[in-house]
């Protein structure tokens, strides 16, 4: 199903219609009332505030009730609708290479003690040391990225974490999950450049390249400014004096210019947003691994994980002149200059993820419903993704419905937001598979003047898995 620049608008809209049409195949229970409130998160006039209001909407059909009921009662299974979503034509970079993005984007849940499997969730504040932990629910999401600035994004895949999941394995396998389905669709094929992935500096990027190390990707993570990378020793020959080979190179500090040697290439580019970029790569660097965190199961001696080091070095930021290097590292054991600019170009592209978060949370309402469930949220965070794959879909064919205060713009520049305002018009010649509502007469409800008598049990604010800071102390730990 593809979607070139230059076609009709026929293909565009049966593309669309059967998307809808199998995404409302996905559920097994209260299909009807889901897909109808999928429809009003489209169609509702302005952001949504609360889930009540989207029953006002003339595309929502059935009672506030039916709502509420088929929220908790309904059913989607998620791996259908990933391989729905897998089927769809996935954004590439200009040189054909699929470039992914991973992050985790909070729901936050504070007062919600009735609710179980919630984390401390970090929330970045506005100054230095105005970080918080907020209780919440946190998600791991998986994106495609598309070329040049924009704020569009194709969300592949989305995980709750919980209170006994290890963050990193949690991350290992969803990835793996979503480049073995994309390889089963025919989006990637022997003799096609790696998946680039590119994730920020909460990943253990070097785990990651190791563990994902059989399949086709290649991974790049920026790395905090304190670190020390190793070079590679070479080959492994004993000294003068006999004893175990070198396994490791000398030091190298980022903090530390007089520890670096000549690089192996450097490369400089006019930007429009950021002035001069300049980038400097050392190949065949590495990290010194040791038994602690996701390396304590590890049998055996200690791998090597050779990357390359880069310095993106640019000459100014928004509000800030004197901005510091970004330090990344990649998987691919050495890079030549074209690949070395299409990395920290791909890196860049990872913050439009961000944008496709804040769209979810202030326009589609993903973080508004105060649901008690985390099953529950877990279907609502489905039922947005496919409101913003259907935004995205409608692309080709909305029209730009701008306010008298805004800068008008091209059909296919149109933002996430400004689609939606013409997604009702687009509605109207899709496919609309619910069916229509029965008449009923409500149901009796607890009766006036009663109390609950079913009071929800309370749960305390869960902790991540946390590992044993040495290898005897997980030993003893685990007998």
């Known amino acids: 199903m593809s979607l070139p620049l230059e076609v009709p608008a026929v293909e565009p809209l049966s593309v669309l219609s059967r998307f809808r049409i199998e995404f409302y195949d996905c559920f097994y229970t209260r299909g009807d009332a889901l897909f109808e409130l999928t429809d009003a998160v489209l169609c509702a006039d302005g952001p949504v505030k609360s889930l009540v209001e989207l029953t006002l909407a003339a595309e929502h059909r059935r009672g506030h009730g039916a709502m509420y009921d088929a929220l908790n009662s309904g059913w989607l299974e998620p791996r259908r609708l990933r391989r ?123 785990r990651l390249a190791f563990v994902l190390a059989d399949l086709p990707v290649e991974l790049a993570g920026r790395l905090r400014s304190d670190r020390v990378m190793l070079r590679d020793a070479g080959e492994r020959r004993s000294g003068p004096r006999g004893g175990q080979p070198r396994r490791h190179g000398g ?22 947003r950021y002035g001069k970029a300049e980038a400097t790569t050392w190949n065949r660097m590495h990290p010194r691994l040791t038994h602690r965190g996701p390396w304590l199961d590890h049998d055996g001696e200690l791998p090597l994980v050779h990357g390359t080091l880069i310095r993106l070095q640019v000459e100014h930021l928004p509000g800030d002149r004197d901005p510091k290097p970004v330090w990344l590292w990649s998987s691919a054991p050495g890079v030549d200059a074209a690949h070395l600019d299409r990395i920290w170009h791909t890196f860049l592209r990872r913050f439009d ?86 008449p009923s007469s409500p149901g009796p409800g607890r009766p006036p003047g009663s109390k609950n008598r079913k009071i929800a049990p309370r749960h305390d604010v869960g902790k991540t898995t946390k590992r044993a800071d040495s290898l005897t102390a997980h030993r003893t730990a685990a007998g």
Request: glycine residues 6%; hydrophobic residues 40%; positive net charge.
């Open 84 to 206: 729905v979503l897998d089927c769809l034509k996935v954004p590439r970079l200009a040189d054909g290479r699929i470039a992914l993005a991973v992050d985790i984007s909070n729901w936050l849940r504070p007062d919600a003690s009735t609710s179980p499997d919630r984390l401390f969730c970090h929330v970045y504040g506005r100054g230095r040391g105005a970080d918080q932990r907020i209780p919440g629910w946190p998600y791991s999401f998986v994106a495609a990225l598309e070329p040049g600035r924009t704020s569009w994004t194709q969300i592949l895949d989305a995980v709750r974490l919980g209170p006994a999941d290890d963050a990193t394995a949690v991350t290992a396998r969803q990835l793996r999950q979503v480049v073995e389905r994309l390889i089963r669709a025919g989006h990637w094929k022997p003799g096609d450049a790696h998946i680039l992935i590119v994730m920020d500096s909460g990943y253990d990027v070097t």
């Open 251 to 272: 030091v190298f500090t980022l903090k530390k210019p007089d520890s670096w040697h000549e690089p192996e290439a450097t490369t400089t580019t006019d930007t429009t």
């Open 353 to 438: 993820l961000e944008h496709t978060f804040r769209l979810m949370k202030q326009t589609l309402g993903w973080t508004r419903p105060q649901v008690r469930s985390p099953e529950t949220a877990d279907l609502w965070t489905w039922l947005v993704i496919a409101a913003h794959t259907q935004l995205r879909l409608a692309r080709p064919l909305a029209e730009d419905l701008r306010r008298p205060w805004e800068r008008s713009t091209e059909p296919r520049r149109l933002t996430p937001a400004r689609v939606r305002r013409g997604f009702r018009n687009i509605r109207a010649t899709t496919a609309r598979p619910a069916g229509v509502p029965q």
